[in-house]
């Protein structure tokens, strides 16, 4: 069963800035040229989860940070 699969609806929804298993603030982001907006970006040291692609616009979003597209 891979990493995907343990994330629930509530995880996707909900970007972590802090990674719960290991505190590294870092993330891995997709390589595509148009990533889907569900891609779930991991951890930039551990692989764990933090959210998707959209749950981080949204959260920059309601900080008050723009960014294009």
Known sequence: MGVEAHVTLMDR?????V?????SLTVAL???????P?????????GSPRGTLQSLRDTSIQEGIRHPV
Request: aromatic fraction near 4%; proline fraction near 8%; include cysteine.
């Open 38 to 46: 569900c891609s779930i970006l991991k951890c930039g040291r551990c």
């Open 30 to 36: 997709p390589i595509e040229a148009q990533p889907d």
């Open 19 to 23: 990674c719960e298993q290991c505190g």
């Open 13 to 17: 929804q909900t970007f972590k800035l």
